[in-house]
T-cell receptor, first 117, second 112 residues
């Protein structure tokens, strides 16, 4: 079946503009995760959605970042008033059972490369 | 909160030799430890994982060991091949806290 998809694949924006990044998880996966990966760096955990439960937002870098997941499926990560330090690859992943279940294997999307000029 | 440290940051081994990457974690409540491989320009993919009730797990040329007392776990790759060249990430998951923390990655290069 189809894997995790993300759009856009690349985004170039000017400092101060808002951007929206989209993630379509694998069908049937209840858990969805957002990560940020700066060039040559590790994966920074941002936020995690489990079904329709309210997410833990404590991993978001600042209040300019927000995320939502509608209908327990598609998720949008929004960055307001972008800054140059927001430039990174934003990766989305989904898993069948989530962090509290037995099926934790995360399947990653191809990522969105964000460049803030 | 959980903190995961990964060493070394870069590793170069001769083809056919073994490679070992080590990670330590700080939160004794962490109970699931996956390893991901990320090839250049590609997405991370799970290669092996281990739960806290197991000390070792093996899958062909890849093995992971876990020492809960010392709070460290290691990835072992034997008979390395060129296609093993990639960045490897360890991670620790605390089910209770619903967070997963990744190490900073190890760039593994296999010399022909």
């Amino acid at each position: 079946g189809a894997g995790v998809s993300q759009s856009p694949s690349n985004k170039v924006t000017e400092k101060g503009k808002d951007v929206e990044l989209r993630c379509d998880p694998i069908s049937g996966h209840t858990a969805l995760y957002w990560y940020r990966q700066s060039l040559g760096q590790g994966l920074e955990f941002l936020i995690y959605f489990q079904g329709n439960s309210a997410p833990d937002k404590s991993g978001l870098p600042s209040d300019r970042f927000s995320a939502e997941r509608t209908g327990g499926s598609v998720s949008t990560l929004t960055i307001q008033r972008t800054q140059q330090e927001d430039s990174a690859v934003y990766l989305c992943a989904s898993s069948k059972g989530g962090l509290r279940g037995a099926q934790e294997t995360q399947y990653f999307g191809p990522g969105t490369r964000l460049l803030v000029l | 909160g959980e903190n995961v440290e990964q060493h070394p940051s870069t590793l170069s081994v001769q083809e056919g030799d073994s490679a070992v990457i080590k990670c330590t974690y700080s939160d004794s409540a962490s109970n699931y430890f996956p390893w991901y491989k990320q090839e250049l320009g590609k997405r991370p993919q799970l290669i092996i994982d281990i739960r806290s009730n197991v000390g070792e797990k093996k899958d062909q040329r890849i093995a992971v060991t876990l020492n809960k007392t010392a709070k460290h776990f290691s990835l072992h790759i034997t008979e390395t091949q060129p296609e093993d060249s990639a960045v490897y990430f360890c991670a620790a998951l605390d089910f209770g806290a619903s967070k997963i923390i990744f190490g900073s990655g190890t760039r593994l290069s296999i010399r022909p």
